[in-house]
């Protein structure tokens, strides 16, 4: 594994590590073993299969000459908008990619490291729609927005924001990337996603990280990620190559995800699939590196089993949980960042069906190794819904995984050999001077789990879990404090809001 590659972007506004506290760290340092799924046999049959793709078949790089430009002058086989990469090139371009980076908050203490060992938790990310108990299913708006970005930003397992936490409907298409920028800006300290809808709105978005961060750091810091999917099976479109050259002409990161339901967009074949997504996500990394030789860049997956009797996608099934692996075994083949998974369903309510699909669907990304985790909390409806209960329970999960990716330490306390001089036997450990020591800390508190009596739970209002989480949300943000921001940046971004604006026409789609 190649050690120390682009540690210049490894910056010391991070400073060090905060002591080992779910409330307190910006991101997860693993110190378990990954689960390693498949074998060297397999991986290889994967990649080579990836390979015959990008050379046999080839991808589709449309609506955006200068792509195809900038493929030839590389010496990829282009005919039409028809790009064939000839057996080893994409994986040859990758290695400039940078095996992990540091994504910069405005609040230092926040920065994450993405890649390497680190996993760092972000929000769902595109619903249209949000649901709670009081309110019900209904269109997210701004409010919804400026709400789910407070909570997030109030909770410590969630250690990204993203952007679209919920789409504010109530506000114009070709205007709301603005506003959802600015509240992520200004209501957290967090790190978050720019837009990528069009290369305007991209621009824009890394025009108001200029303004937060300045234009002097960014030259040399990443501080802001544009999030993509290829257009599967074997479509790359504006869309992704004018936001790799907006991000990574600027320095910062791309992520891309290809999107892909096994018997729509991929074959009906898991191992097909898989290798599908090895060759579109490495032809936009290799991309991402022609634009920009040494720009940050995330490998994605996002494959989803479907009924082939209705057309539904599924979630939380074993063939998307067996992808969670397989792709974080790929991606360290590369040796570069790979995001996948998060908590997954097709449950319309924060139910049993949610936190089983959830569940195992968030399980297999954390022992696949997945370094950044889009969609970790509060997806429900397939994606369709921001759920603000299951924002939180999720959150209380993200929580517990902390706890278990940080290991299990072995020391001279852990093995509290003085205890068993305390306790005899048959005795009990409950006032032993050990307990006493490590009560506080001995053991992860569930937020939202009740762990009391029939009784105590009865007289507390016999309240289940979805009440529980209504309660929660609501309390974060009756105690929210927004994070300080310097009065200048402020006001210059408003501005810029302002100005910007005034210049783009109402547009609804």
């Not at 990528?196 to 002097?216: C, H, N, P, W, Y």
């Not at 599908?276 to 996002?302: C, D, H, S, W």
């Not at 089983?356 to 950044?372: K, P, R």
């Not at 306390?413 to 003085?418: C, G, I, P, S």
């Amino acid at each position: 594994m190649r050690q120390g590659k682009k540690s210049r972007r490894i910056s010391s506004r991070n400073g060090r590590h905060q002591p080992r506290s779910v409330a307190t760290v910006p991101y997860i340092k693993r110190k378990i073993p990954y689960y390693e799924f498949l074998g060297d046999e397999g991986l290889s049959a994967l990649e080579d299969q990836a390979d015959w793709l990008l050379q046999e078949i080839g991808v589709e790089f449309r609506e955006n000459p200068h792509a195809l430009k900038l493929w030839k002058q590389a010496g990829a086989d282009v005919h039409g908008t028809r790009v064939k990469i000839p057996r080893g090139m994409a994986r040859e371009l990758c290695r400039t990619i940078p095996e992990k980076f540091l994504q910069n908050a405005r609040n230092p203490s926040r920065t994450v490291e993405i890649g390497g060992d680190n996993h760092v938790f972000a929000c769902v990310f595109g619903p249209p729609f949000v649901q709670d108990l009081k309110g019900g299913r209904r269109y997210g708006n701004i409010h919804d927005l400026e709400n789910l970005v407070k909570i997030a930003y109030s909770l410590p397992s969630i250690h990204h924001t993203g952007l679209v936490i919920c789409e504010p409907c109530d506000i114009p298409v070709s205007k709301r990337h603005l506003d959802m920028l600015y509240l992520h800006m200004r209501y957290s300290d967090k790190p978050f996603l720019g837009a990528i809808t069009e290369k305007s709105r991209a621009q824009d978005s890394v025009d108001m990280a200029r303004i937060l961060f300045g234009a002097e750091f960014m030259e040399d810091h990443c501080v802001i990620m544009g999030n993509v999917n290829t257009n599967s099976p074997l479509l790359v479109d504006k869309v992704v190559t004018e936001a790799a050259e907006v991000y990574c002409g600027a320095g910062q990161a791309l992520v891309a995800v290809p999107f892909i339901l096994s018997g729509a967009m991929g074959p009906a074949t898991t191992a097909a699939s898989i290798a599908q997504a090895l060759a579109e996500g490495m032809a936009v990394g290799a991309y991402t590196q022609l634009v920009r030789k040494g720009a940050p860049f995330i490998l994605g997956n996002f494959l989803s089993s479907m009924s082939l009797k209705s057309g539904a996608p599924t979630f939380g099934m074993p063939e998307p949980v067996m992808s969670n692996f397989i792709v974080g075994q790929l991606a360290r083949r590369l040796n570069i960042p790979f995001r996948c998974g998060g908590s997954l369903t097709s449950s319309k309510l924060p139910d049993a069906q949610a936190a089983a699909e959830s569940a195992d669907s968030m399980f297999s990304t954390i022992l696949g190794g997945a370094n950044f985790v889009l969609h970790s909390a509060g997806w429900l409806e397939g994606g369709l819904v921001t759920g603000y209960e299951k924002l939180v329970q999720d959150a209380d999960r993200l929580a517990a995984y902390q706890v278990m990716l940080s290991g299990m330490p072995i020391d001279e306390n852990t093995m509290a050999r003085d205890a068993y001089h305390e306790v005899e036997p048959a005795g009990h450990f409950l006032a032993s001077q050990h307990t006493l020591r490590n009560y506080e800390t001995a053991f992860f508190e569930s937020k939202m789990s009740d762990n009391d009596s029939f009784e105590q739970w009865q007289e507390r209002g016999s309240l289940d879990s979805r009440q529980r989480a209504h309660e929660r949300w609501n309390s974060i943000l009756k105690n929210y404090q927004a994070p300080p921001m310097e009065e200048g940046k402020n006001e210059e971004l408003l501005e810029f809001l302002g100005k910007r604006k005034s210049e783009l026409p109402d547009k609804w789609y």
